[in-house]
């Protein structure tokens, strides 16, 4: 069973739009996911346009990758450095704890992950 980083049975990202590595809704990872996919975060505005200036453009539909293109409000499984480079750069999107996989601690101190967490 995957855990997240509170400790406890990792949770449901998101099924609209379908989003994981493994495309099952949450942010399980594996050893041949080496973007670790692994923080679940609610997109912004801000934090799309930072990821395309980045070079990973998150908005435009890429059907062939199985990938919808996401908007400001949609939730989505982010590589743990993206994650990490954002907040850095102050346009970090909040987090959904209960669904970021425990994985994500190698990349991300726990501190600034509940200072990003999104409130349900």
């Known amino acids: 069973m995957a855990i997240n980083v509170l ?10 739009p379908m989003t994981g590595y493994f495309r099952d809704g949450c942010c399980n990872t594996d050893d041949t996911d080496r973007g670790s996919h692994v923080v679940c975060a609610e997109m912004t505005e801000e ?6 200036q980045r070079g990973n ?15 400001p409000g949609d939730r989505w499984c982010l590589c743990a450095l ?7 750069a102050g346009v970090a999107p909040q987090v ?13 101190d726990i501190r600034h ?8």
């Open 7 to 16: 400790g406890t049975p990792l949770k449901l990202c998101s099924t609209d």
């Open 47 to 52: 934090f799309l346009i930072f990821s395309k």
């Open 57 to 71: 453009d998150l908005s435009t539909p890429r059907p062939e990758f199985r990938f919808p293109g996401l908007n």
């Open 82 to 88: 993206r994650w990490k480079e954002a907040f850095d």
């Open 96 to 108: 959904i704890l209960e669904c970021t996989h425990a994985n994500a601690l190698k990349y991300v």
């Open 113 to 120: 992950l509940l200072e990003y967490q999104r409130q349900t």
